[in-house]
């Protein structure tokens, strides 16, 4: 059967730049699954995805120009009810077989296999293999029907497509034509009105030729870029911007350097099919202002890529990636200048408008601003974050740190009244540090404001001191509990308010920071904020979604399910800042020998603990042991008592874990020939308290029975 390359791609107006890298992946999987599944691909293989911001391309290697014939087994009904006691066929069945195109006489072909309890008639017959066309024309129609669209334009045919007039159909961008190349021949299919062809379309403005004729499917890309000056791949293409960026700031010297920014640069290779990086500067002056407002104002507004110097600064030059390359690049340099410097000078006014006042003297404005219709408005907000602050605070620091975390947590909003975050909301925080230091407050209060939101983002750093660490730490708590309180839970994939990101917030402050704060009190603390009556009591919910946060941080951090559930103590433990070392011990003490038989010995102690009644002491009794063993255990526990508590007290879990080992003979010998449950109350009380004490030892670290198998 011939096998040959396929090529296959949709040319349109400019598609959205943040979406395109997704359209031209789903468009070329979906089409490559769909040809797999019709048995049209071999078992060789291979996708390429083009996606470039006039066109969609999968190309595809060895495919079939059809499909090999397969046969097919179908069910056509019980024989009970095909076939009557006397094996006379009845009209239900011949009806059937009519229908599949086959008489009476297919009867005596008919295999019978059991299917369940019955025994069913199947009709064994060859499906003839689709053909490319027929195959591609089914594949085109799934890959476009499935695509990612963001928002979906109806628009009318042109003259000369397979429908027009006022046909129209809907699409993410109009479409102008459409390429299929099997080798080097057209597969006759359609789509979106147009016939499929051999040729496409280049650069608008810098094509060598037009149209760009395509010989053959592997032909497609160099003769794209050779023709029609276009880089097909959005790989290549954003490799090719990388590069140039590089080079560019090289011949800056200085160590100058592009920032990185791997989203912008997926929207800027998106925008361009040849890139062409160019050397633009602005006027010094505007460094007088943030470099975190001049930065985001370009990236966002113009796409451009800011350079910073060796120490991290913004320097006053950028670069552009531009769609075109003429011999004389200055008009195009000039206009960019021209461009952004209105940009620049916006965020200069609203910087100094700002600083005429005072974020102290803008907090009263918060009344005014609605936080959540059930939760009041932002200035309330700010209140019930400097209660819950100034608790742990306190609880930290003394005086001093909660009198510093009350500050930070009042000033710590009013940026939001600000002219430069109204514009950029994304330099929430960052601004209310500028202000604040621009108002004299101390560079600890002025931290804690810029830093207060921080962790944003998985990965993101902690706030850099205490008094950050301490605000940002009520603020997440304040939204945790105002949330859960009114009954804004995540459910599936659906989390708006991002709480799943504030509880990890919360694991990494606790454990990160080394924070002797216990998560149960805190919550309640964040609870108690708010007025009486205003929340349902979520606060159990609330406390199991934060374990349950944490544990998912602590695995990502490389610990298996089972370490991490022995350390959290299955939900008991609350003091999270030990977390590092206990993990750590479990896991030094998970490959001793003695490990897996001392977890199957804890898990069973805690199973016997569980069965009685009532409580159970952990005390021992020297004058009620009998057997020889339970004397050897109780002497062992005794003998590894004073390592392990001596190493406990000094924070050296490892060292209390490994203390362990010496109890697995005394404890092996004891489960062998003790029976537990003895006639005898007090000595079955004895023996329990053994187990209790044996419990106890074993747990203070870790729960190893989750190390069990």
Partial sequence: MTHKNLLVELFVEELPPKALKKLGDAFASVLFDQL?????????????????????????????????????????????????ASGNVSPALLKKLQALGADAGAVSGLKRVMDGKAEALFYESTAKGATLAEGLQKALAEAIAKLPIPKVMSYQLESGCEMPGWSSVSFVRPAHSLLALHGSEVVPVTALGLKAGNSTQGHRFEAAKSPVVIADADAYANTLEKDGAVIASFEVRKTEIAKQLAAAAAKLGGGVKPIEDDALLDEVTALVERPNVL????????????????????????????????????????????????????????????????????????????????????????AKVVYHNKLGSQGERVERVRAIAKAIGQQLGGDLLAKQADRAAMLAKADLLTDM????????????????????????????????????????????????????????LETLAGMFGIGNLPTGDKDPFALRRHALGVARMLVEGNLALHYYNITRKAFAAFPEGVLQDQVKALDEFLVERLKGYLKDSGYSSAEVEAAVYAQQLGYWHTLPKRLAAVRAFAQLPEAPALAAA????????????????????????????????????????????????NGQFEENLKALAALKEPVDAFFDKVMVNHDDPAIRANRLGLLATLHQAMNRVADLSKLAA
């Fill in 279 to 366: 050397i633009c500067e602005f006027e010094k002056q505007f460094l007088d202002v943030p470099q975190e407002c001049l930065i985001l104002t370009m990236k966002a507004n113009q796409k451009y890529f800011p350079l910073l110097d060796v120490s991290g600064k913004l320097t006053n030059k950028f670069l552009v990636v531009s769609n075109i390359s003429p011999d004389d690049a200055s008009a195009v340099i000039q206009g960019n200048e021209r461009v952004v410097r209105p940009r620049l000078a916006d965020a200069k006014f609203f910087f100094d408008q700002d600083r005429k006042k005072t974020l102290e003297s803008r907090i009263p404005q918060l």
């Fill in 36 to 84: 797999k599944l019709q048995g049209l691909c071999s078992a060789d293989s291979k996708l390429t995805s083009f996606a470039s911001p006039r066109r969609l391309a999968a190309h595809v290697t060895a495919v079939a120009a059809q499909a090999a014939d397969k046969a097919v087994s179908q069910k056509l009904m019980p024989v009970s009810v095909g076939l009557d």
């Fill in 602 to 649: 804890n898990k069973r102690v805690g199973n016997i603990l569980k069965k009685v009644e009532g409580t159970v002491e952990a005390k021992i009794n020297p004058a009620l042991l009998q057997a020889g063993e339970e004397q050897a255990l109780a002497d062992a526990l005794k003998s590894v008592a004073a390592r392990a508590d001596s190493a406990w007290a």
């Fill in 421 to 476: 975050v109204g514009e950029f909301p994304e330099l929430q925080g960052i601004m209310g540090g500028y202000y604040a230091l621009n108002d004299k407050e101390t560079s600890d209060v002025a931290a804690a404001v810029e830093d207060h939101y921080k962790p944003r983002f998985a990965g993101d750093a902690l706030a850099r001191n205490p008094v950050g660490i301490v605000v940002a730490l009520a603020d997440k």
